[in-house]
């Protein structure tokens, strides 16, 4: 199969199983992307039972999470990043635009990244089962989908999917790995270590990209230069900073600095259990 016939089975099925399919079967990595503007008026097909809902449904707290119905809970919220994040790199191979010099190893190491998106999803979709929740039972919102719309570009694709939300879940997976292992459940602390260590090597090829295109400019100014509207370097932070994670990725020193003390005026990003420090 060409890579652009995997990404258009993955955003035009709405078969969650068409979504969850090996991308070991691409065969060619060939093919021209389509017109980005497309992107703004675009939805991944889903069934009825998993498509976006405006219904609001808040994250467990955490002083809720010995118990198996919230345990439950929180694993759909992570099921659906990890199928918001497969469509939204599914979106990215068939609508941003690649320069040839490079567009195979862009296209090699997105496949990758799907991959372990895809094991994160099942592992995910496994552990809730076990309490007897599937993946569905609860609305499913679209905020990270939001942002695919917006871009134009590889490069502020990788600025908002790894430097910005995979950068986020370092701190999401190591501090939930943590509190599942506080009340005893070894096997769900056990699947957030697996996503958090994948996640490194995710933030690392955006950081690896960025910085062969960055030129004169430093990483920090050319990754918040390419970030859409609406969406600043805040939403990179968790509700713990894994300053360790971020350094294997590649950032450096000054980036995490800049990071970890950055600062917007947006009410969500300034929770007193999400300031990132």
């Given at each position: 199969?060409?890579?652009?016939?995997y990404?258009?089975?993955?955003?035009?099925?709405?078969?969650?199983?068409?979504?969850?399919?090996?991308?070991?079967?691409?065969?060619?990595?060939e093919?021209?992307?389509?017109?980005?503007?497309?992107?703004?008026?675009?939805?991944?097909?889903?069934?009825?039972?998993?498509?976006?809902?405006?219904?609001?449904?808040?994250?467990?707290?955490?002083?809720?999470?010995?118990?198996?119905?919230?345990?439950?809970?929180?694993?759909?919220?992570?099921a659906?990043?990890?199928?918001?994040?497969?469509?939204?790199?599914?979106?990215?191979?068939?609508?941003?635009?690649?320069?040839?010099?490079?567009?195979?190893?862009?296209?090699?190491?997105i496949l990758?990244?799907?991959?372990?998106?895809?094991?994160?999803?099942?592992?995910?979709?496994?552990?809730?089962n076990?309490?007897?929740?599937?993946?569905?039972?609860?609305?499913?919102?679209?905020?990270?989908?939001?942002?695919?719309?917006?871009?134009?570009?590889?490069?502020?694709?990788?600025?908002?999917?790894?430097?910005?939300?995979?950068?986020?879940?370092?701190?999401?997976?190591?501090?939930?790995?943590?509190?599942?292992?506080?009340?005893?459940?070894?096997?769900?602390?056990?699947?957030?270590?697996?996503?958090?260590?994948?996640?490194?090597?995710?933030?690392?090829?955006?950081?690896?990209?960025?910085?062969?295109?960055?030129?004169?400019?430093?990483?920090?100014?050319?990754?918040?230069?390419?970030?859409?509207?609406?969406?600043?370097?805040?939403?990179?932070?968790?509700?713990?900073?894994?300053?360790e994670?971020?350094?294997?990725?590649?950032?450096?020193?000054?980036?995490?600095?800049?990071?970890?003390?950055?600062?917007?005026?947006?009410?969500?990003?300034?929770?007193?259990?999400?300031?990132?420090?």
């Amino acid at each position: 199969m060409n890579v652009i016939e995997y990404a258009k089975l993955i955003l035009n099925s709405s078969n969650i199983e068409d979504k969850l399919l090996d991308p070991s079967i691409v065969t060619s990595y060939e093919g021209s992307t389509d017109d980005f503007e497309k992107l703004k008026d675009l939805m991944p097909a889903r069934d009825a039972g998993i498509s976006f809902s405006a219904t609001q449904v808040k994250f467990p707290r955490r002083n809720t999470l010995h118990l198996n119905d919230r345990k439950a809970l929180a694993l759909h919220f992570f099921a659906n990043h990890e199928l918001l994040a497969i469509e939204m790199m599914a979106a990215a191979l068939l609508y941003l635009p690649l320069d040839d010099s490079f567009s195979k190893r862009i296209r090699v190491g997105i496949l990758q990244t799907i991959k372990d998106e895809q094991k994160h999803f099942k592992l995910y979709r496994s552990r809730m089962n076990d309490f007897s929740v599937d993946f569905g039972d609860f609305p499913v919102n679209d905020f990270f989908w939001r942002q695919m719309q917006k871009m134009k570009s590889i490069d502020e694709y990788l600025a908002v999917i790894s430097l910005t939300f995979e950068a986020a879940n370092l701190d999401f997976a190591k501090n939930y790995g943590n509190i599942f292992k506080s009340v005893g459940d070894d096997k769900t602390s056990k699947i957030m270590d697996i996503v958090y260590q994948d996640e490194i090597s995710h933030v690392g090829f955006g950081v690896t990209w960025l910085n062969k295109w960055k030129e004169d400019k430093s990483l920090w100014q050319y990754y918040v230069d390419c970030l859409p509207d609406m969406l600043t370097p805040a939403r990179s932070k968790g509700n713990i900073f894994d300053i360790e994670g971020r350094l294997k990725s590649g950032m450096g020193e000054n980036f995490v600095h800049e990071v970890q003390n950055y600062r917007d005026e947006f009410t969500v990003t300034n929770r007193k259990e999400w300031n990132g420090k």
